[in-house]
């Protein structure tokens, strides 16, 4: 089972609830502090991912192994 840091565990588990606009997720996630770098740590190992959605524009949709990890964490059933 990977380690993940809890932080980012909540973030993918946000963003698996339902596709979200980048907008959006920078938004919410945003932080002005350079240690705190979780878009990064969820974006880089490809736990989720930017599509261009025809109606949507820009969004956030977790992958195939952040869905892996969720569930390897007992955030998904």
């Known amino acids: 089972m990977r380690e993940a840091d809890p932080l980012v ?3 993918v588990e946000w963003v698996a609830r339902e596709p ?3 907008s959006e997720v920078i938004g919410a996630w945003k932080t002005s502090c350079p240690r ?3 878009w990064e740590d969820a974006a880089d190992p490809g736990l989720v991912a930017r ?3 025809k109606g949507m524009g820009l ?3 977790v992958t195939g192994d952040g869905e892996k990890l969720l569930r390897a964490h007992g955030r998904v059933s």
Do not use: I, M, N
């Open 9 to 11: 565990l909540d973030f």
């Open 20 to 22: 979200r606009a980048y």
């Open 36 to 38: 705190l770098t979780v």
């Open 51 to 53: 599509e261009s959605v």
């Open 59 to 61: 969004v956030v949709k």
